[in-house]
């Protein structure tokens, strides 16, 4: 059975759920807005399993990166569609055509969340295009690929860490082909519902969290409706406001443990930040390469995509090195959301000031 204490830092990866044999453990949202385990202790039948794929206590040190490079698709509706390079869409198709499915995440526009999938064909895979900026609800499509066939997973690097895990213990770590991401965190999802609350919910039909209609470096949410209507949120919105704080993170967040080089994947990949293409307006990927079987796949899509050897420091400009600080207002925040409170009256009465204090300090520090 899973260990209480060990709950609080909980990632939420699902792992635990997934590989469960007596089917006791469900993950539900907890009162802070993330994904927890639940276990019916009349279920468990004690097997330990849950313990032995929990990363809760994982020590993951930096890997060596065999390869790094800046990455975009040629494909000009791929670049278009997606939030960076993409790349990891590009790796999928590639996929399906050769033999793997895909567990990738998607979002479900009825119950407003995100969740893995398994894509089996090139309909589906469009579905998984663009970043979600929260946690993804696992447990459905995790359960799946632990079987004999091969898999292309794609998921925070706390989600990979667990399927590496799994896969290692289970003998199958040679079947899967493992990508994560440089992950800034995930916030509590009482952010997004809240968010939703003020627009009309019930008929959206499409969601872009990276539109590239002011730029791909800009965090612009655009929505479709049923009715043909379309806006458009920059990135002064208040979701992103709420996130790029940092006071809304889930708690393991904070205590991260696979940071810049830190990964279980296969290749990791995210935005090239550096200042070295700041001109590129279309979109490019950065990518680590840390197995042969990552060397295997850049070497079969060098047909398709544009790969440019980068120092693993370029690479990395503009990433997370370490977990960031847990602010103060933190607990005061996520009380306000329990509470129901407006983003906007969260975000004048508990966040504003908190970071026009941290502008002030840093002002007096003469940074």
């Known amino acids: 059975?899973?260990?209480?204490?060990?709950?609080?830092?909980?990632?939420?990866?699902?792992?635990?759920?997934?590989?469960?044999?007596?089917?006791?453990?469900?993950?539900?949202?907890?009162?802070?807005?993330?994904?927890?385990?639940?276990?019916?202790a009349e279920v468990c039948t004690q097997c330990n399993l849950c313990n032995r794929v929990c990363t809760i206590e994982d020590s993951c040190e930096e890997k060596e990166v065999l390869q790094a490079f800046s990455a975009y698709a040629q494909d000009e509706?791929?670049?278009?569609?997606?939030?960076?390079?993409?790349?990891?869409?590009?790796?999928?198709?590639?996929?399906?055509?050769?033999?793997?499915?895909?567990?990738?995440?998607?979002?479900?526009?009825?119950?407003?969340?995100?969740?893995?999938?398994?894509?089996?064909?090139?309909?589906?895979?469009?579905?998984?295009?663009?970043?979600?900026?929260?946690?993804?609800?696992?447990?459905?499509?995790?359960?799946?690929?632990?079987?004999?066939?091969?898999?292309?997973v794609i998921g925070t690097p706390c989600q990979i860490a667990a399927i590496d895990k799994v896969a290692r213990i289970k003998k199958i770590r040679e079947r899967l082909i493992l990508i994560d991401f440089f992950c800034h965190g995930v916030p509590s999802m009482h952010v997004w519902k809240h968010y939703l609350k003020e627009l009309d919910e019930k008929n959206i039909t499409k969601i872009g969290f990276r539109s590239k209609e002011f730029g791909w470096r800009t965090f612009s949410l655009s929505f479709e409706y049923s009715d043909g209507t379309e806006t458009s949120?920059?990135?002064?919105?208040?979701?992103?406001?709420?996130?790029?704080?940092?006071?809304?993170?889930?708690?393991?967040?904070?205590?991260?443990?696979?940071?810049?080089?830190?990964?279980?994947?296969?290749?990791?990949?995210?935005?090239?930040?550096?200042?070295?293409?700041?001109?590129?307006?279309?979109?490019?990927?950065?990518?680590?390469?840390?197995?042969?079987?990552?060397?295997?796949?850049?070497?079969?899509?060098?047909e398709i995509c544009v790969f440019v050897s980068e120092s693993v420091a370029d690479a990395l400009e503009g990433q997370m090195f370490v977990s960031p600080q847990k602010p103060k207002v933190r607990s005061r925040l996520l009380k306000g959301l329990r509470n129901e409170k407006t983003l906007d009256y969260l975000y004048k009465v508990t966040l504003f000031p908190f970071r026009l204090q941290s502008v002030i300090k840093s002002k007096l520090r003469g940074r």
Not at 17 to 36: M, Q, W
Not at 249 to 264: D, G, R
């Open 233 to 302: 949120d920059y990135s002064g919105n208040l979701f992103y406001k709420m996130f790029f704080s940092n006071c809304c993170l889930n708690n393991s967040c904070y205590q991260c443990h696979y940071k810049a080089t830190k990964s279980h994947a296969d290749i990791r990949v995210g935005d090239f930040w550096g200042k070295k293409y700041e001109e590129n307006k279309k979109g490019l990927s950065s990518m680590l390469i840390f197995t042969e079987q990552g060397q295997e796949i850049v070497a079969k899509l060098k």
């Open 77 to 152: 509706n791929t670049l278009a569609t997606t939030s960076s390079g993409g790349i990891c869409y590009e790796i999928s198709k590639w996929g399906l055509k050769n033999g793997y499915k895909v567990c990738g995440v998607v979002y479900n526009y009825q119950k407003h969340r995100a969740e893995h999938a398994i894509i089996t064909n090139l309909e589906q895979l469009e579905e998984t295009k663009g970043s979600k900026y929260f946690q993804s609800y696992t447990p459905v499509a995790f359960s799946e690929i632990f079987n004999a066939e091969q898999w292309i």
């Open 1 to 40: 059975m899973i260990h209480n204490e060990k709950l609080d830092l909980c990632t939420g990866c699902g792992a635990c759920a997934s590989v469960c044999p007596a089917k006791c453990i469900h993950i539900s949202l907890d009162a802070n807005g993330f994904y927890k385990p639940i276990v019916d």
